[in-house]
């Protein structure tokens, strides 16, 4: 499943900033996600409470922001993309089809929040 691997890798992500921020836990993940990505949202979120099981992302909420499709011509002007109206889109402003995707493909991790480790609970991380 396509949402399975994603949510693993965004579980493998977050676990590895976590760590570097010697945070205690994710409390909040914010995501991007473009339209044009065939991701279901619904999907990440089941998959992502397995994938983060037992890891310090484990209960984290998961916030995501879908990115419409669209496509920008020639003529600077940008023109959003109908779902399941992919091969039949023009230009809005001059009719022109010589058109360049412009949003809808992204998949980016904009931010988690943490919560803090407690000072009695600080590690002591050994420098190499
Ligand atoms: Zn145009």
Redesign the pocket.
Known sequence: MHELAVAKRIARVVVDCARQNRAAGVTDIYLRIGALRGITGEWVRRYFVYASRGTVAEGALLHIDRVPGSVI???G?VTPLEPGHLDDVA?R??G?TELRLWSGREFTLVGIGVREKGGLENERHPID
């Open positions: 011509c020639r003529c002007a230009c402003e001059c022109g």
